[in-house]
Structure formats: structure tokens, C-alpha cells
């Protein structure tokens, strides 16, 4: 058995499965169900790039906290032009997609650089082990 599998509940459905720590917490089953919903969300915004993130839901039947979920982790985008945005969660201005403004992402970048005492000196280069 892989030592890096850890137990984890299913941010989904609660299940508890094997994570290799990569990816979301998602148990397979739940994980093939998101693939399916982000796809029809993602078809839905590309064939009509005005609706709204209720209108999508209504439409693809996918909850709404899933569509906000896809925005935040940037597999989303919020159009151009669009009058409805998400808000960064520091500042709250208007943003298409993530968590954070690059403003506020750059601030939190260089305020835990300071925290730690961290210069760029101090970043080291993995060696390469059998190839990878």
C-alpha cells in the first residue's frame, strides 16, 4: 500500500475513501459526478456567455454552490463584460474568478514572505531522482 494514501471524508457525500493528497477531497464516485456537472456548467457558460450563475444552475440543475466552487478554484471564468462577479475574499472588490484580487494576493504573498523572514535565497532546487 502507497504510504502517502491518507483517510479522508468526501467533501460531497461524506464517504470515507483513500486521498493521495492530490486534487479535491472527492471520493471516486463523487469525483466522476463533479467531472460531469463542471462539464455541463462549463457547456451551458460557453454556449451562452451572458447567463447568469443562477440561470446556469436552474438550467444544468447544478447547485449553486458548485458553480461557486468552480469560480473560486479558477476552473471558471466570469466573462468579460459581465455586470455579476464574485468578490475577493480579503478586499471584496469584483473579481471573475478565485479567491483572491492580484492586489490582495500579492500584499498576503509579501506580508508571509516578511512573517517568515524569507528572501528568495532561501528557495531550494529539488534534485532530480530517477528520471522525474
Known sequence: MDNNIRTKSCQRC???????GFGHLYCDSCKEHDTR???KVKNYVYEHPG?????????????????TGYLREGRLE?????????????CKKDIRYGRLCPECADSLNKAMKEEMNFD???VGERPKMNGK
Open 78 to 90: 466570469i466573462p468579460e463584460g459581465s455586470i455579476i462577479f464574485i468578490k475577493c475574499e480579503i
Open 14 to 20: 461524506g464517504k470515507v475513501f483513500g486521498y493521495n
Open 120 to 122: 528568495e535565497g532561501q
Open 37 to 39: 456537472d463542471f462539464q
Open 51 to 67: 447567463a447568469s450563475a443562477m440561470e446556469v444552475s436552474d438550467i444544468t440543475g447544478v447547485e449553486m454552490k458548485y458553480i
